[in-house]
């Protein structure tokens, strides 16, 4: 997830007015950052690797000529946050001819990449999005040397080079490219990235999101998935990219506070990642084939696999352990991370493979178990969020999880992103290993496609309900979560996040267990959440929960829609869409304890975004 942003003014410089909305933009990514501005027919780019603030000081944002600009706030995906990584990407002219700024995924650029590098194309990044950039200039080479006029004026050369570049782009893309040969244009286009416009009397904007120019105008056109806008100093135009038809959208007025826009409206950052979670898991099935590659390769030849993560991190971890030994039969083995140097800083050793998990990249006790196990040679792997934090340095071979920024303190889409990166590890290490066949793998690729959509309709259906379930229960002193095998997992996180930030203490077991001990705490009314999805544990799980009522518990289940065996035993139920494959449950499952977490903290009075003694990366041991 990156910010977007252009302009142009009517009077005055561009630059200062890209510099502060990209700064209003920071909470989209922060790693580096970039301008290109024109002037007299001449593009002009500032850009490197760092904070908004950092390049400021050395580079000063603030000074490029020209009243029409772009700019681009980076959270890296493809490429490590480099000065040549960052946006924006220009063609191989030495007077650049295109600049573009890109949020999103291009999937198919290798193949894109390839075949511009052999017609000639110079590439100077490793990242997906400049191969738009060389994509956009060679199309406009062709339409010039065939000299293929355009049938009606309706289109310029630049406009039809830039739609015939965006309809080769497989995943998403939100863009915004210059030309210097028309110095009064900015096109933009969408497909699944936002984007928007903002309409001032002397100024037209274009943005990732609406805080960037909010302090300019409330004025605001949302562009729809698959249409390109083409904006000149006083008018614009709109066009669906497909039919290449024009559409014209009415602007609507904007009534948030600019605090309220940086959450796009939600109150709190917290809701907004939930909500954001289909489209983060979107992207997570978007990663480098070549990468879910290696990675699968190293763990098949490894003697062990332990995975290595805190909190959150190790939850996503537990739920992965399920799925390497059910998918690919391969016992690995999840390690709470500040435990990892007593419990295997001896035995690890150069036929290890560590498999450390860890959305900030940063956490002192995860990076001190890698310390540990690589100055024993042991190999180690990174599953993080943050392209360039010190585990995708120590790796061997990481993968990005694609989440964006998450700037809740708890952890909400980044793990369920890890969930879907995992499993996809899972899958493909079954597939290597022959371990399952072709048909229940056909299945599960099916339905790790279906997972965003499953997420949007537990969102959509059952939030109102989980909001009414914290009324009630928002008074409680302790909750159990209970579930059976790879639910254990989903159960211990969803007490994770009612702790955190609702303070209320819990408890998490394996359902199994709870009757050796953990059971002597229910009395009539206790709440105990169950984790049912329709698994081989269910039978047994339905006995644990005829224990729990029997001695007055009030019982909430998570289970599958239409679940009656489920339904008529508990007290309150939140359904989940039916035909899930177990070993992905836990990503739909874990949604309703999320919203009821953020709930329970509303109804006594917490700030979900800041919990008290927490911090959104543990950089201390
Ligand atoms: C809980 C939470 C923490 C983190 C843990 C690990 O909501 O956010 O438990 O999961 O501090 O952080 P990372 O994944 O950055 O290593």
């Not at 290597?432 to 959509?460: A, F, T, W, Y």
């Not at 449950?585 to 979900?608: K, N, T, W």
Request: with cysteine; glycine share 6%; aromatic share 6%.
């Amino acid at each position: 997830m990156c910010g977007i942003f252009g302009c142009i003014l009517r009077k005055g410089d561009a630059a200062p007015i890209i510099h502060a909305a990209l700064k209003r933009l920071e909470y989209r990514g922060y790693d580096s950052v970039g301008e290109a501005t024109i002037e007299e027919g001449k593009i002009h780019v500032k850009k490197d690797a760092g904070s908004i603030d950092e390049v400021h000081q050395i580079r000063n944002l603030d000074n490029l000529p020209g009243r029409i600009g772009i700019g681009h706030t980076r959270w890296a995906t493809h490429g490590a946050p480099t000065q040549a990584n960052a946006h924006p990407h220009v063609g191989c002219l030495e007077q650049p001819e295109i600049a573009v700024v890109h949020n999103g995924i291009i999937e198919n650029y290798a193949e894109l990449k390839k075949e511009l590098e052999d017609s000639g194309h110079i590439f100077r990044s490793k990242t997906d999005s400049e191969v738009i950039a060389h994509l956009i200039e060679d199309t406009l080479t062709n339409i010039r040397r065939e000299k293929i006029k355009s049938k009606s004026t309706v289109h310029s050369d630049f406009e039809r080079a830039v739609l015939s570049a965006v309809q080769r782009f497989q995943g998403s893309y939100a863009i915004a490219v210059l030309s210097a040969k028309e110095p009064d244009t900015i096109i933009c286009a969408r497909h699944e990235s936002p984007l928007v416009l903002g309409i001032a009397d002397d100024a037209l904007y274009l943005a990732s999101d609406i805080p960037a120019f909010l302090p300019l105008t409330n004025r605001v056109i949302y562009l729809e998935s698959g249409e390109l806008a083409v904006l000149k100093s006083n008018t614009f135009k709109v066009t669906k990219i497909a039919s290449r038809s024009e559409v014209f959208p009415e602007p609507k007025i904007i009534d948030w506070a600019p605090e309220m826009a940086e959450k796009q409206g939600y109150p709190h950052f917290m809701l907004k990642e939930i909500i954001e979670q289909p489209s983060c898991i979107r992207n997570t099935l978007r990663l480098q084939d070549k990468y879910l590659e290696l990675i699968t390769t190293f763990m098949d030849r490894a003697r062990e696999v332990i995975m290595v993560a805190c909190g959150t991190s190790y939850h996503a971890c537990l739920a992965a352990s399920y799925m390497f030994s059910k998918l690919s039969f391969l016992a690995t083995h999840p390690v709470i991370a500040s435990e990892f140097v007593e419990q295997h800083g001896k035995s690890v050793n150069i036929d290890s493979t560590i498999l450390t998990v860890s959305q900030s990249g940063e956490t002192a006790d995860t990076l001190a178990a890698v310390e540990t196990a690589r100055q024993r040679a042991a190999t180690i792997l990174g599953l993080t969020n943050v392209v360039g934090s010190t585990l995708t340095r120590v790796s061997r071979v990481y993968i990005g999880q694609q989440s964006g920024p998450e700037i809740g303190v708890a952890a909400t889409k980044t793990f369920t992103s890890q969930l879907s990166v995992l499993s996809q590890l899972a899958i493909r290490l079954a597939k290597k290993r022959g371990k399952v066949s072709q048909e229940e793998i056909d299945l599960l690729e099916d339905n790790i496609e279906r997972i965003p959509d499953i997420v949007e309709n537990i969102i959509e259906t059952q939030h109102k309900k989980v909001e009414n379930l914290a009324k009630k229960h928002k008074d409680k002193q302790c909750f159990f979560f209970l579930g059976r095998g790879i639910s254990y997992a989903t159960a211990l996180e969803g007490r994770l996040k009612l702790m955190e930030i609702a303070y209320v203490p819990s408890i998490a077991f394996p359902a199994g267990e709870s009757k050796h001990g953990p059971i002597s705490l229910i009395q009539p009314g206790f709440p105990v959440f169950f984790i049912c999805p329709p698994d081989d544990t269910r039978k047994t799980l339905i006995g644990n929960i005829m224990e729990m009522k029997a001695r007055g518990a009030s019982v909430i289940a998570i289970c599958e829609e239409g679940d009656e065996n489920i339904i008529d035993l508990v007290d309150d139920y939140i359904e989940i869409t039916k035909g899930i494959p177990e070993v992905l449950s836990p990503i739909p499952y874990v949604i309703p304890l999320q919203l009821f977490a953020y709930h329970m903290a509303l109804e006594r009075g917490c700030d979900p975004d800041k919990p008290r003694n927490l911090a959104k990366s543990v950089t201390v041991k």
